[in-house]
């Protein structure tokens, strides 16, 4: 029997979604790969695509590629680019007309949340703001043992809660959730949980200032080779 195929978008060389082709011309998706998503799946793809024509969803997709757009610059050197992310973040919620923003933080990360909030503040915005730990429950409510306490086993530990965090911002009824710092797996469950749009300013990444692509870039040097190792 064959091999079930897969959507497989890292092996394409084909890039038939992104054709360089003049304006008037159509895309020619009998180029697209077997594992091509478009070929695996195209009634699902032109019904979800219809998801478009809903009044709010097109407004916030152009909003969003309109500020994809601004990112850019043509020069005569080539295309340039112009803005960090944390100046998109600024410039997106004003085209959004955001006026309340929700900061789900980690603690270990509060000296960026208040900067973060000095900025967002000076631009206009009222920030509501949660931090990771809030609800002071200890860790051994799910499970966690003292031996396993970052800490040691004499100290209490608070555990992480995205759920409250999702929660108090859900209830606040902020415009958009901006999650600065969460750890892998609670901000999954901050994502599970929040109700109002959301966006990420920045993920966890204890070792690289907050930047998991940097060990990314460094998988070819000796430095990180090892998360090239097969297992
Ligand atoms: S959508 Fe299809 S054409 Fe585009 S990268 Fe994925 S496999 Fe390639």
Do not use: N
């Given at each position: 029997m064959p091999e079930k195929l897969h959507p497989t978008c890292t092996k394409c060389a084909k890039l038939a979604c992104s054709?360089?082709?003049?304006?008037d011309a159509e895309p020619a998706f009998d180029e697209a790969p077997s594992f091509c998503p478009m070929a695996l799946f195209p009634d699902l793809v032109s019904d979800v695509v219809?998801?478009?024509?809903r009044p709010e969803v097109k407004e916030f997709a152009r909003l969003a590629s309109m500020q994809e757009f601004e990112c850019y610059e043509r020069t005569d050197q080539g295309i340039r680019t112009k803005f960090p992310r944390i100046e998109e973040l600024v410039q997106f919620a004003a085209k959004c007309g955001y006026k309340r923003l929700g900061l789900a933080f980690c603690l270990g990360l509060r000296r960026e949340a208040q900067m973060l909030t000095e900025i967002l503040e000076n631009k206009g915005f009222e920030i509501a703001s949660v931090c990771c730990k809030s609800g002071a429950v200890a860790k051994d409510r799910i499970g966690v043992t003292p031996d396993q306490h970052i800490g040691g086993p004499d100290s209490w530990e608070s555990m992480c809660n995205p759920i409250v965090q999702a929660e108090v911002l859900n209830t606040e009824g902020v415009d958009l959730a901006i999650m600065l710092g969460l750890c892998i797996g609670h901000d999954t469950l901050f994502i599970k949980y929040c109700r109002v749009p959301v966006t990420v300013l920045a993920v966890k990444d204890r070792v690289t200032g907050h930047n998991p692509l940097a060990a990314l870039y460094l998988s070819r040097s000796p430095y990180y080779r090892r998360l090239l190792a097969k297992e």
């Open positions: 054709p360089a082709i003049g304006i219809r998801e478009y024509d």
